[in-house]
Nanobody
Framework: VQLQASGGGLVQAGGSLRLSCAASGIIFRLGTMAWYRQAPGKSRELVANITRSGTTNYADAVKGRFTISRDNAKNTVYLQMNSLKPEDTAVFYC??????????WGQGTLVTVSS
């Protein structure tokens, strides 16, 4: 499974961005999909994940501001980010659990929030 992320960019505090991550390859083995982020000098952390059936989970820092969704027909996961803060600045990575294999990771997309 290969993941291609897109949608990052520069936005002012309070603004919004939508990230997308499209999966290709052996799609029927896709399980839970997720977004992680890594800020400068910090460890990679889970932002949100979503199961194939649509159950979601969010980090406390983004609850109420970010929404994860997926379109199984398009093999794509999205992250709608609203009310962005400077502390949300990070490289965002999409991730997918792959049945019988190691997790797949996208290449990362940079989100920069200016104050």
């Amino acid at each position: 499974v290969q993941l291609q992320a897109s949608g990052g960019g520069l936005v002012q505090a309070g603004g919004s961005l939508r990230l997308s991550c499209a999966a290709s390859g052996i799609i029927f083995r896709l399980g839970t999909m997720a977004w992680y982020r890594q800020a400068p000098g910090k460890s990679r952390e889970l932002v949100a994940n979503i199961t194939r059936s649509g159950t979601t989970n969010y980090a406390d820092a983004v609850k109420g501001r970010f929404t994860i969704s997926r379109d199984n027909a398009k093999n794509t996961v999205y992250l709608q980010m609203n009310s962005l803060k400077p502390e949300d600045t990070a490289v965002f990575y999409c991730n997918a659990a792959v049945l019988g294999d190691a997790d797949a990771w996208g290449q990362g997309t940079l989100v920069t929030v200016s104050s």
